[in-house]
């Protein structure tokens, strides 16, 4: 991050607009933000307004090992339409970061938090409360509220949530799912203690209209289950998140959320397809699309996630043929090199309808002449050891999240960065190389003067951001790939 230097005048207290300009002049023109959102920005600052918990959320991903941010607003957030404050959790120079980390109580703890490097003693934790999640009565209760749901529905079909609820073999038995639910057509186990597969199928093989089983993260897998599941229930289309070879127009439906726990059925009216303009078929081990994946039967189309399937029972030149005829399709998310070939330009030239490949802009593509686009590389996540102390672990993950700041005044820069940790909302924006918000160091002097200096990290969105929508940034914001050592023969 490109340090911003801070150059306070001798003025008074800032008690107005015009005063708040004059003496942040320099520190507005450095950190970007649009003048129209001055005024906003003095009124927040002044006030002290936090209200980036209003708007967004925190939410795990990577199971568990980093978060993202989340526009949760009931209203889409117009591009610099609004600006946020973001505290800093920490801030210290350099040589003082592990004593800092040993001595001030709490602050291990929540960096190690905050960078998601405690998730052992999180589990540890988690496994305390094992004889409660884990007991009958529990997981019966839990069943218990679902069968009053179905019950309160004209349509009997059921979709039964049970992950991570300690479920055993003996467990699973005594629940008895088919006699409870006749018409039972997802049921996820996802996270369980499941471990005979002969009381697993015992019970699974009585649920005959299943189209979706997930045994996810249960010590059965281990135990070649898979063969007995396709045996015992023909009409599989979904199992352990991949496509069975029955997958078709229920499966689809999955994907394209017109199928779900709120919405439980055992057949998708055809009709209903013609108004999909989203789906996400990524990672479902696909070797062949359905019949029911057309243009006919899909025609809006218009953007389309396979990113992680083989499907290498047709060809590329078919796939491409097949994609083409979706006339609305403009946003595609596949692997390269994968099943449309080696290289990005080859695909958007049969192609010329997308705008967006891989969420790249297909123009600059075209413009750069890149052929290899992939802005959903795997991200590298922190690593380390049992017996390794939190201040130790928050060393090795903090340059992450780390950003930086020189202060300076009318008569010297002060050449020792100020590295700071924005708190818990700023920390978790990760990266994009199409990211739609940007953020900017800010040093705020209410009196005027650099000594009464207080520093935060302004937020603001440079694109349309919509409601359940990710909140990125771009962590080389300023540095084109010609700036990067090592990447100037890049393509």
Not at 30 to 51: M, N, Q, T, W
Not at 141 to 168: F, M, N, P, Y
Not at 292 to 306: D, E, R
Not at 411 to 427: F, N
């Amino acid at each position: 991050m490109s340090p911003a230097v801070a150059s306070a005048s001798s003025g008074d207290r800032i008690r107005t607009y015009e005063d708040f300009v004059r003496v942040h002049a320099y520190l507005l023109a450095a950190a970007g933000i649009p003048p129209s959102l001055h005024r906003r920005l003095y009124r927040k600052l002044a006030d002290e307004v936090f209200d980036g918990g209003e708007v967004f959320a925190v939410e795990p991903c990577e199971d568990g090992r980093q978060r993202r941010l989340v526009l949760t607003a009931d209203q889409s957030l117009g591009k610099e339409s609004d600006v946020f404050l973001v505290d800093h959790a920490w801030s210290f120079r350099l040589p003082d970061a592990l004593k800092q980390l040993r001595e001030v109580p709490g602050l291990a703890e929540r960096m190690a938090a905050l960078m998601c490097v405690d998730l052992d003693r999180k589990i540890e934790a988690d496994e305390q409360d094992d004889d409660e999640s884990g007991s009958l009565e529990h997981v019966s209760q839990v069943v218990e509220k679902e069968r009053a749901r179905v019950q309160e529905r004209s349509d009997s079909t059921a979709w039964l949530e049970l992950e991570e609820l300690g479920i055993d073999d003996d467990m699973l038995v005594a629940l008895d799912l088919s006699a409870n639910f006749p018409n039972l057509v997802a049921l996820n186990l996802w996270g369980n203690k499941l471990r005979d597969p002969e009381k697993v199928m015992q019970e699974i093989r009585k649920c005959t209209k299943l189209k979706a089983l997930w045994l996810n993260e249960n010590p059965v897998l281990g135990k070649s289950i898979d063969k007995a599941v396709f045996d015992g229930l023909s009409g599989l289309e979904i199992y352990n998140s991949h496509f069975t070879s029955k997958a078709g127009e229920w499966a689809l439906g999955f994907c394209a959320d017109i199928v779900g726990a709120d919405n439980p059925c055992s057949s998708v009216e055809s009709t209903l397809f013609g108004s999909i303009g989203t789906i996400d078929l990524s990672d479902r081990c696909i070797h062949k699309l359905p019949e029911v994946f057309s243009p006919s039967k899909l025609p809006s189309l218009s953007k389309l996630n396979i990113r992680g399937n083989p499907l290498d029972q047709i060809s590329g030149d078919d796939l491409l043929k097949l994609f083409g005829g979706f006339t609305q399709l403009q946003e595609l998310e596949v692997d390269i090199p994968g099943p449309l070939g080696n290289s990005a330009i080859s695909i958007l030239e049969s192609l010329p309808n997308l705008s967006l490949l891989n969420g790249v802009d297909s123009s600059s593509i075209i413009e750069s002449g890149k052929h290899i686009v992939d802005s959903a590389l795997e991200p590298r996540l922190p690593e380390w050891s049992p017996e390794e102390p939190l201040a130790e672990r928050v060393i090795g993950a903090m340059w992450l999240y780390l950003m930086t700041y020189r202060l300076a005044d009318d008569e010297k820069i002060d050449e020792t960065p100020v590295w700071y940790v924005m708190d818990e909302l700023g920390s978790a924006m990760r990266h994009s190389d199409n990211a739609n918000f940007r953020i900017a160091p800010f040093l705020f002097m209410p009196e005027g003067k650099l000594h009464t200096a207080i520093s935060y990290t302004i937020l603001w969105p440079t694109h349309d951001v919509h409601t359940g929508e990710e909140c990125t940034r771009d962590f080389l914001f300023g540095i084109g790939i010609q700036e990067v050592p090592g990447t100037a023969s890049i393509k």
